[in-house]
């Protein structure tokens, strides 16, 4: 199977800036995806990323390299809402617009 | 406008039973999928529908069944339910092969004891 790997868990402040990494299997990368996960909840889109660069979307920004098999979400002003799992999931050729999903980051915010 | 809707949100199986998981979505989407989420771990495809009457296993498909008869339902079977299968499920849809998202319904949560 394609591996994808994000930390476990994270931690920040209320207003800070914190930055989520996510790696990936390149071979027969085609697209990548962050979705957030409010507890009980189900996933909803946050952004989309197929070519190099950042995508800046509000307070929420992401990036990725293909060559290295590397993406981040950067969120910024952070609020105490913004406590969640964030999933990155990457689109392989092999599937019908299937996502193999990461396990999460699981990002608590604290006053 | 809907979405993406799941019946229903919570059952508690015994070992052995069977029940069907139900999926309808109002967006006329052509891709369907249904996915397990364990405690702590990803989301785990385990079938897929990419239109009315075609289905594909996808990563952990043993001890489920879809079928595909409409475009808006997508129901997935479970026969003879184990302790393994408890787990919370969610269906999503997109409209194509090259949507950027998939849009989830608000899950089902099962335990099977």
């Known amino acids: 199977g394609q591996n994808i790997d994000q930390p476990t868990e994270m931690t920040a402040t209320e207003g800070a800036i914190v930055q989520i990494n996510c790696t990936y299997q390149?071979?027969?990368?085609?697209?990548l995806f962050w979705y957030q996960q409010h507890a009980g909840e189900a996933p909803t889109f946050l952004s989309y990323?197929?070519?190099?660069g950042l995508e800046e979307k509000g307070r929420f920004s992401s990036f990725l390299s293909r060559s290295k098999g590397y993406s981040y979400l950067l969120l910024k002003e952070l609020q105490m809402k913004d406590s969640a799992s964030y999933l990155c999931?990457?689109?392989?050729?092999?599937?019908?617009?299937?996502?193999?999903f990461g396990k999460g980051t699981m990002l608590l915010v604290s006053p | 406008n809907a979405g993406v809707t799941q019946t229903p949100k919570f059952r508690i199986l015994k070992i052995g039973q069977s029940m069907t998981l139900q999926c309808t979505q109002d967006?006329?989407?052509?891709?369907m999928y249904w996915y397990r989420q364990d405690p702590g771990m990803g989301l785990k495809l385990i079938y897929y529908?990419?239109?009315?009457?075609?289905?594909d296993k996808g990563e952990v498909p043993n001890g489920y069944n879809v079928s595909r008869s409409t475009t808006e339902d997508f129901p997935l079977r479970l026969e003879l339910a184990a302790p393994s299968q408890t787990s919370v499920y969610f269906c999503?849809?997109?409209?194509?092969?090259?949507?950027?998202?998939?849009?989830f319904g608000p899950g089902t949560r099962l335990t099977v004891t």
């Open positions: 999931a990457v689109r392989y050729d092999s599937g019908y617009s299937t996502l193999t």
């Open positions: 999503a849809s997109s409209p194509r092969e090259s949507s950027y998202e998939q849009y």
């Open positions: 967006m006329n989407h052509n891709y």
């Open positions: 529908s990419v239109g009315a009457g075609i289905t």
């Open positions: 390149t071979s027969g990368f085609n697209g």
């Open positions: 990323n197929v070519l190099d």
